[in-house]
Every structure is written in C-alpha cells, then in structure tokens.
C-alpha cells in the first residue's frame, strides 16, 4: 500500500501498487513517521508544475519527510544495520560539478539534472517500505528521537538557510561591539513549522526572534512562542521592530517580503525561503532598489540542504529536545493514518506539523 498522486495534475490514492521484494545495492527500509508539508498540499492540489511522475509510471509516491527503519541492508561505509532508524535524503545527486561532490541542494541544473524524492521523478516515502542506496540514508543514534526525527527534513533546511546568513554575514561586521548578535533583530514571515524551526536556530545565534503573519494566533501557537522566549505580532495591526538585521522568508508572499525588507538595517540580509506561486504579484519600485543598494542589503534565495544539513538539523534536533523543556515536541500537533488522505486537502487551524503513523 501507498499513498500516490499524479503531477502535475495532483490527487491523492491510498491504494496498492506494485513493489519489488528485493534490489541490489538497495537497503530495504519500512517508513515509521512521515510528514506532511506544504509541498505535499501543493502537489496533490495540482498547484506545483515542476513536479512529475518517474520514468515509466503513471503515478508517483508521495512524501519527502521521513524517519524510517531499516529492514534489510548488505556491508555499507555508514555502519547501518537492520533495525536501525534512518533519515532519507530528499534530492538525489546529478552529474554537476556541486552534485559531485555532495551539493545537490546548490545544484547548477536543477531543471534538467536532479530528481527528488516525492516531488519530481523519483517516488517518495509513503509506502509500506521502499529501497533506497545506503548513502542517502541518514542514522539516528537515539532511539527516544525516532517521532522527533520526523522534522529532520524541514530542520535541514534551516541548517543550509544559516550556513548562507553565516557567509554574507561575514561580509561586514555584523556582529555588535561586544561581538555576539544579542543587540540584532530577526523577523520570520509565517507561523508554520519551518517558521518555528527557524526560529529555534535564530534564538542559538541569541537574537531577538520575531514571528509575524496577517492573522492572529491561536493559543498553542502563541504558548510555544513564549516558550521559547520569542515574540509574535500581526502585521496588519501591530507595527513590530522599527528595524531588522535578519529578515527570512517562509511565506513566499512577495507583498509581504517587500514590506520588510524597508525595514532591514544598512548592512542587512534577507533569506527566502517560502515559495506560492499562487501568491498576488507585488510591485517592485525604483525607491524599492535604492533602498536596497543604498542600505548594502543582500538578499538570497535558499533551497533544500546536503547530507551534512541533515546531519547537523538531527544534532539540533536532540538538543533541543532536552533545552526546551520539550516544546520542540510540540511543533508535531497531529498524528495521522496513511488512509487518512483528507488531511492532505485541508490543513487543521492550529497545525503546525501534522504526521503519518506507518
């Protein structure tokens, strides 16, 4: 059994479909959580063109958020064994020279020369099991983290996002004069998982982290920005920060990333992340660029992460764990069955990340 859908037109089937029992080379491994994203929403709703079915199928396999566990695998360099709780890598490597040496995520054909698991050309991980190469698949040494480990695709992604604030940051001095971050501001657009992820990582670099959307929040939402000592404001009635240092994208709203990128300090940077081709145009006007230029702001764009992103979103991942006095666990808000396809259609008003129990 699976959960399939048909880009770029969409839909979703929990249905059986054809599958292997053995592949050489191939590590065996049954999925334990999978999560749901906006992507996935996206795809299914037809709204995601890029995405297509593998070579041969008239389906694909939906899902690139996973923890799973290995059911059979042969001799491998990453000392994986049966029984051992992995993390799937999302996009698979081509043949540029970034993808040659572990770069996918900056991949400089993405178009032509990747595939990604789930979203185009290669099926994802919603099945009762799949194989996989042992160099895509990613340990999780503690088993108290399996349903945690379920965000390790999203945190990786936070993890690439800082890498790049980490080199355009170094182009100044960004720092203060007692050279930690304590005295900057971060605002995060958006109130979704990744928005809450980015905002535990901003909190390690001891920013004041802002969250911002044009709607009021429920109260789990707002408890968990407390908690994590953070604040929130709604755009459309509150003003927030008169200036920012580090302003980041998850909503993919460009009227929304316009109006803060009037507010970023000389010396700023703006990551975009969120994507919705479905979003209003913006216009962007001649006062718009001079301010941008005048103000040294870099603005870049920042999609998926490397294995070492995966590797160091798990790290967090525990850490936080243990110094949030458990409010990272809170971002999982709902659990799911694979039949439960509604869910995929319509998200839940207070969800944050909402999971498949296989």
Known sequence: MALTTSPPGGGISYSRITMADHMDGKAKIRPV??????????????????????????????GHEAVCQVIDIGENNSRIRPGDYVIPIVRRRGTCINCRIGRQDNCSDADNDITEAGIRGADGFNSEYFFDSPENLIKVNDSSMVM?????????????AFEIFNKLSARSIFESEDSTYTSKNCLIIGTGSEAFLYAFMAREYGMTVYLTNRHRL??????IIEGIHCLFYNYLEENGPDKIDLLIDTSGDPAA?????????????????????AAPDSQLTGNDLNYIIEHNIAVSGSVDGSKKHYMDAIGYLEKWKYSSSGIINKLITGIYKPEDTE????KPPEEIKSIIKW
């Open 33 to 62: 959580y999978t999560g749901i994203c906006g992507t996935d929403r996206a795809e299914i709703a037809g709204h995601l063109p890029f995405a297509y079915n593998p070579t041969g199928q008239n389906y694909m396999v939906i």
């Open 148 to 160: 945690l480990s379920t965000l390790t695709e999203p945190a990786k992604n936070v993890m690439k």
């Open 218 to 223: 429920l109260e789990e939402k707002m408890r």
């Open 257 to 277: 990333v316009m109006k803060f990128v009037g507010k970023l300090n000389y010396n700023g940077i703006a990551i975009l992340f969120g994507t919705n081709g």
């Open 343 to 346: 869910i995929f259609r319509a």
